[in-house]
């Protein structure tokens, strides 16, 4: 019993809306005792309401009560502290701010586990029962607690919404039809609620479809973010190395220069030397005889001076001196110079190949494949400005126009010697590497040309563009088209035109040509996978003079 006690004391004690024990007790004029700071913000929120009630008993207030604090409460809540008890647990069957109340229970309400649409009302567990065990609440719906009970309701005849108008999509109740919706499509909200029903699957089945769409391009991404990790990682190890070989390729031809300077040095060193010694011998041999030869000059006795001239007046044989060229002091300034040259070659190599890694480097695309463009427009977009690469031309064609125009020539023009150069057939490449999107066009003169795309090891096979599967070619002469890849050749029509466009994708594996003239008319496209960097080409049938040009775009 004395536990008893105590519990009662302890639940009297506690604040109904923090269920804690009670902090600076106040009393309001109904009797209920809270937490000062919690009736505090309790009326607070109310203040838009003008009304002030007790969270309990609902009793309302007109004007805010003063809160005074219950000293005795106080008193006795600091008493049950010093026995180091605190309030017992809090019976979760009550509703808390967050929780649907039962609208039966009076006090201390507890917690709604139902909501019924046809009483709309929410009951507790107690509450709840006569719908289980009457009949005659044998049809009413029964929902998850909902504080939206009231939003079932018709404001205009305070009736329970159970029908739907089409004509204004709204819910409306069974009076709703005799005024202002008169003469409207309406069904029962049931029915309404089946045909709504099925439009929500559909929905749903097309979100669903769509988030297994998305969910394939989140992977999709995620492996080309792998992807290009695991190439950029590469890239950079592959990068070191090449580059640290240049570091030591360049220190070894250092030290051999060195060593070589070095080793000249000492052998043209030795060999003066070598020379001077002779030379210094021959002076000192020289000044002995010119002494000899003096003190006999100096000798009185006839016959002693006859006797030993002979002797004194021979001289050894001089010394070649010859070879002795004083020259300019130059003597290893060439090797200085041509290492200058090499360094100033090398900064050019590295400045022209620089620009094509920045170029490779800000052209990494991860986006998925976009669009072909429609419009010559949308073509020009992605313009690009290609040059012709006179180490790969046909020593019989002939570059102009800053390298942008080809042309068979009768006499072999003056290149140097180069690997990349082709020999069998006139043609030439393109100076830069083509990837990701770009466009161009090429005009070209009455003699027949190929317009082409290749890998640049083609020049390996010595073959012509497009008689091998490192090249795709379209040719257009003797007025007509033939697209040739492989050794295999398809006829092409389309309009002729003195024009044609080239638009290529690199990274999808899309290579188109187009006729240009006042509008642009495809005349063949390639769908295919390309494995290396794509250079732009020509290859020229004769006669002399043939020409064909990459236009620029202003």
Same mark, same amino acid.
């Given at each position: ?170 819910? *409306? ?152 060229? *004083? ?58 400005? *290609? ?168």
């Amino acid at each position: 019993m004395a536990q008893q006690g105590v519990q009662l004391d302890q639940e009297t004690i506690s604040c109904s809306i923090c269920l804690d024990l009670l902090k600076n007790p106040v009393t309001i004029p109904c009797g209920h005792s809270y937490c000062m700071n919690c009736i505090k913000i309790h009326w607070d929120e109310e203040v838009v309401k003008e009304i002030y009630s007790c969270p309990q008993c609902r009793q309302a207030f007109t004007l805010r009560p003063v809160l005074v604090k219950n000293t005795m409460l106080a008193v006795l809540v600091e008493q049950l502290k010093k026995t180091g008890l605190q309030a017992a647990p809090v019976d979760h069957c009550y509703a808390g701010p967050e929780d649907v109340a039962c609208d039966v229970c009076t006090g201390r309400k507890m917690k709604a586990v139902k909501s019924c649409l046809v009483c709309l009302v929410s009951y507790c567990e107690k509450h709840l029962q006569p719908h289980y065990e009457s009949p005659a609440f044998e049809k009413h719906k029964l929902v998850d607690p909902s504080k939206k009970l009231q939003e079932n309701i018709c404001s205009r005849h305070d009736e329970v919404m159970k029908m739907f108008c089409r004509t204004d999509q709204q819910s *409306i109740c069974y009076l709703c039809p005799v005024d202002e919706h008169k003469g409207h499509d309406t069904v029962s909200a049931a029915a309404e609620r089946t045909e709504r029903q099925r439009e929500l699957e559909v929905s749903r089945q097309n979100i669903q479809q769509r988030i297994q769409d998305r969910e394939k391009d989140v992977k999709l991404l995620q492996q080309e973010v792998e992807a290009v990790s695991c190439s950029a990682d590469k890239a950079v190890e592959d990068s070191e190395k090449i580059f640290t070989e240049l570091i030591l390729l360049i220190q070894k031809r250092s030290s051999d220069v060195k060593q070589q300077i070095r080793s000249q040095q000492e052998t043209e060193v030795s060999r003066v030397k070598e020379l001077q010694e002779k030379l210094d011998q021959e002076i000192t041999e020289l000044k002995r005889k010119d002494a000899e030869l003096k003190q006999l000059s100096h000798t009185e006795d006839h016959t002693q001076f006859l006797l030993n001239y002979p002797s004194l007046s021979q001289l050894s044989a001089s010394t070649d001196s010859s070879s002795i060229n *004083i020259r300019p002091l130059r003597y290893f300034e060439d090797v200085t110079a041509a290492v200058s040259e090499l360094r100033d070659k090398l900064q050019d190599i590295l400045r022209e190949k620089w620009t094509n890694i920045s170029v490779a480097m800000a052209e990494v695309d991860v986006l998925l494949p976009q669009p072909e463009p429609k419009t010559r427009a949308e073509f020009l977009d992605f313009s690009h400005q *290609i040059t012709l690469d006179p180490n790969t031309a046909h020593e019989k064609v002939l570059l102009s126009e800053r390298n942008r125009k080809a042309t068979v020539m009768g006499e072999k023009q003056y290149y140097f010697s180069h690997s990349d150069r082709f020999t069998g057939h006139f043609q030439v490449l393109s100076r830069e590497s083509l990837t990701r999107r770009c466009y161009w066009e090429v005009e070209r003169s009455t003699g027949g040309v190929s317009v082409v795309v290749a890998y640049k090891d083609i020049k390996d096979l010595n073959e012509r563009f497009g008689e091998n599967n490192k090249s795709w070619a379209l040719d257009f002469y003797k007025r007509r088209y033939e697209f040739r890849h492989d050794s295999i050749s398809t006829p092409v029509s389309g309009p002729r035109s003195s024009r044609v466009g080239v638009y290529l994708d690199q990274r999808a594996g899309i290579l188109s040509f187009y006729s240009v003239s006042e509008t642009m008319t495809l005349l063949h496209r390639v769908q295919t996978t390309f494995t290396q960097p794509l250079y732009a080409g020509f290859y020229l049938y004769g006669p002399n003079g043939n020409t064909v040009e990459l236009c620029e775009f202003k």
